[in-house]
């Protein structure tokens, strides 16, 4: 078996502090290579001035060869913060009103990744097959056929792909798209995702579509399909049934005093929507005066890139919210809305996803979304919790069976939490049948296997 090299700007570190991986490209990539093992190359994390940068930090877990970099300051400002996170991000998100593009930003994007290239370059063995992962690395594939790189090279987006008339307004969206036709294998999260991709490359006159999922272009040909990420299904179920008899899960049902839990946990991100969420519960508190003093929200929601100006905003937009929801609904005896910015280790939350009767899963836009997954794999069989998802979540297009909102719509999700939290036992294990049928049909492990079983049989035509 040939060995595999993923590269992804972020890695979760083997630091046994026990600090939690907030964010769903780390937790998925981390199960799938410890069952095969092989070498993760990615960002440390640190930054430094230019001087300073040394050789890659190489560690050992498991079956996991670690090759870490530092990235310079500059380096961390133009490219992660600035290029990845405040053009590609938003845009990707349908969020051309965020974006803030700059030339600098998108010189320092180009510059990282021809580093990563060169960082990669002395590792690199004759039968090496590489899994590129995201969006902060689309050019990468370019930069190492540039020096002369001819192994298998793959490619997985984690986010959406938008729609032409939104992707083709980024400046340089020719360069990023090129880019792309570098690798061989490319993976996006759905068939939408893929058909969008495939509509921009026919829109700006790039290759030629040779059937649903290859291309040529030039001298070479790609595949493009779609790869759903899945998670450690059976892990899960076994992680959640584990929880009952802990101490948080004890503190956690004293705390409720018989009222009913609904759970959201989310990075603290403005694409997960999380001020439409919480208008949406409000909505519903007010218009059901029944179920107040009944539930409680739990939402979750580590900070996540607060260096970028937009999430800065965006959590002291939700901060604000919770507190004014809380001081106008709550009673000296019941808040609405317990509002925690800690990221929790995935013990805790699947205890916690199990015990809750509603999950509110409402991204305005999700490449995937595996907390939804999650949570349906933590529910009790017997008398399982409802999944209400956005349908502009990716896990919406396997999850048919859950109940599917748009986000956008706060009084058709109110309505529809009312609706969930009142479903007869017997609708609610249908539905998470059906769901969970689709988890255990496609895990992580399945997705590993698909994606990379089609880029080790993938052989150029010269
Ligand atoms: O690395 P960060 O900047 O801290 O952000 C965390 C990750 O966020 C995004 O996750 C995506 O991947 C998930 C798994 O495929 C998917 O379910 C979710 O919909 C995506 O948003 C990002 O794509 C990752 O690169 C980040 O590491
Ligand atoms: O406090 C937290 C919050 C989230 N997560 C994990 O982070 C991932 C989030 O992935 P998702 O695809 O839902 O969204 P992303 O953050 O990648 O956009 C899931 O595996 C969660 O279990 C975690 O471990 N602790």
Known sequence: ????????????????????????????????????????????????????????????????????????????????????????????????????????????????????????????????????????????????????????????????????????????????????????????????????????????????????????????????????????????????????????HKRMLDSLDGKGLIIGVDRLDYSKGITQRIDAFETFLKRNPDSQRKVALLQITPKSRSEVPEYEAMQRAVAEQAGRVNGALGTVDWVPIRYINRSLRRPALAGLYRMAKLALVTPLRDGMNLVAKEFVAAQNEADPGVLLLSRFAGAAHELKDAVLVNPYDVEGTADAIARSLTMPLEERRDRWKSMMNALRANDVFTWCDTFLGDLSRYEQVE
């Open 1 to 248: 078996m040939s060995r595999l090299i993923v590269v992804s700007n972020r890695v979760p570190i083997p630091d046994k502090t026990g600090t939690a991986p907030a964010g769903g490209l780390a937790v998925a990539l981390q199960s799938a290579l410890e069952a095969r093992g092989g070498l993760w190359l990615g960002w440390s994390g640190q930054s430094c001035a230019e001087d300073r940068i040394g050789p890659l930090q190489m560690l050992r877990d498991g079956n996991i060869d670690y090759a870490l970099t530092d990235l310079t300051e500059r380096d961390v400002e133009e490219y992660y913060q600035g290029f990845a996170n405040r053009v590609l991000w938003p845009i990707c998100h349908y969020r051309l009103d965020l974006a803030e593009y700059g030339r600098r930003e998108m010189a320092g994007y180009f510059r990282v990744n021809r580093f990563f290239a060169s960082r990669l370059l002395p590792l690199i063995g004759e039968n090496d097959l590489f899994w590129i992962h995201d969006y902060h690395l689309i050019p990468l594939a370019a930069e190492l056929r540039r020096q002369g790189v001819k192994n298998r090279i793959g490619f997985f987006l984690h986010i959406p792909w938008p729609a032409p008339d939104v992707f083709l307004a980024m400046p340089v969206h020719e360069e990023i798209l090129s880019s792309l036709t570098a690798y061989d294998v490319l993976g996006f999260q759905t068939e939408h995702d893929r058909e969008n991709f495939a509509a921009c490359l026919a829109r700006q006159g790039l290759g030629n579509r040779l059937d649903k999922a290859h291309f040529a272009l030039g001298s070479r040909t790609f595949t493009a399909r779609p790869y759903p990420i899945g998670i450690e299904t059976n892990e899960f179920v076994t992680l959640a049934q584990r929880a009952a008899g802990t101490t948080l």
